[in-house]
């Protein structure tokens, strides 16, 4: 088995439970961290067809970080679910939302949901 991870993908988003969150946006990152026996094979054959292309990851995240929600524990599971499907030969998913600057009363610099799914 082994691991394909793609750490801080950035993005500028518009989740957030308050309106001047979703009107306003904000900068997340997200990390996915997937583990395949797949892996072997493409490390074995050197074969990108037997590997899971980092672009698809990519694609996915994109994509649901574009779609708007209240929660960013929601846009972790949506990623999840979307990774959960198109990959079949997954083992394990984590998933990583951040959210920098959250709207505190106080000074933080972000705020994590990580979210893990064994297959």
């Known amino acids: ?37 797949q892996i072997d094979l ?26 708007r929600s209240k929660l960013i524990e929601h846009v972790a599971k949506l990623i999840l679910d979307d990774l959960g499907l198109h990959f079949k030969n997954v083992k394990h998913l984590k998933i990583r939302v951040t959210k920098n600057n959250p709207p505190m009363q106080g000074n933080v610099e972000k705020v994590y949901v990580e979210l893990e799914k064994s297959f």
């Open 42 to 67: 493409a490390a074995k054959d050197d074969s990108l067809e037997e590997t899971i292309n980092y672009e698809a990851i990519y694609k996915i995240v994109k994509d649901q970080m574009a779609s």
């Open 1 to 37: 088995m082994g691991k394909i991870a793609i750490e801080g993908m950035q993005f500028y988003a518009y989740h957030g439970y308050y309106k001047e969150e979703r009107h306003l946006g904000g900068g997340y990152m997200v990390d996915v961290v997937i583990e395949s026996d």
